[in-house]
Structures are given as structure tokens and as C-alpha cells.
């Protein structure tokens, strides 16, 4: 069930978690596409591509709480890889 004070990439985030159990992922870019042009407006972006910073961020913000994993060509990346680490696609799903 979704907080009412989350932002929509959270809202989003949450859905693509409660209907793809572990072991499928997803890509944080399903998350972005996935925003309405009002929620884009809300997060002031005009097309998904703007507000992949953002998910990228708020599914690290997960992963630092143990949320989530993140993986990077299948492997889950290590507790200690910082966001600024990670160059290139990603997937996440939800921690087992």
C-alpha cells in the first residue's frame, strides 16, 4: 500500500515491487516510463529520461535500508558500492 507522502517515483518504485517477486528485476528506466506527464510535472521533468537521476537515487536510498538489490549484468553489486560507482544499466528487485 503506497504512503500518501510518497512521490510518485516512490509510489512507482513500490508497485514494480509488490508485482515482480524475487529472482525477476526490473530496470529503474520501467519506473520513470511509467510516470504520467502530470507526475513528470511534479518532479519537474518534462520527459522520463529527466527523472532517472532521481529513481537511480531513491532505489539506492532503498537499497542502503535493505529494501531492495541492485544488480549489474546478474550479480548483486556489494553493500559498499556507492551510486557514483555504478556506470551503466542496472535492475532492481526486491530483497530476499
Do not use: Y
Not at 508485482?19 to 520513470?32: D, G, I, L, M, W
Amino acid at each position: 500500500m503506497a504512503n500518501s507522502n510518497a512521490s510518485p517515483i516512490q509510489t512507482h518504485l513500490q508497485r514494480f515491487l509488490e508485482t515482480r517477486q524475487p529472482p525477476k528485476t526490473f530496470c529503474p528506466s520501467e519506473v520513470a516510463r511509467a510516470l504520467s506527464n502530470e507526475e513528470l510535472q511534479t518532479e519537474g521533468a518534462k520527459e522520463w529520461r529527466e527523472v532517472m537521476p532521481t529513481v537511480r537515487e531513491v532505489v539506492w536510498e532503498m537499497r542502503d535500508r535493505g529494501e531492495v538489490e541492485v544488480l549489474q549484468k546478474g550479480e548483486v553489486l556489494a553493500a559498499d558500492t556507492t551510486l557514483d560507482q555504478v556506470k551503466g544499466p542496472i535492475r532492481v528487485r526486491k530483497a530476499v
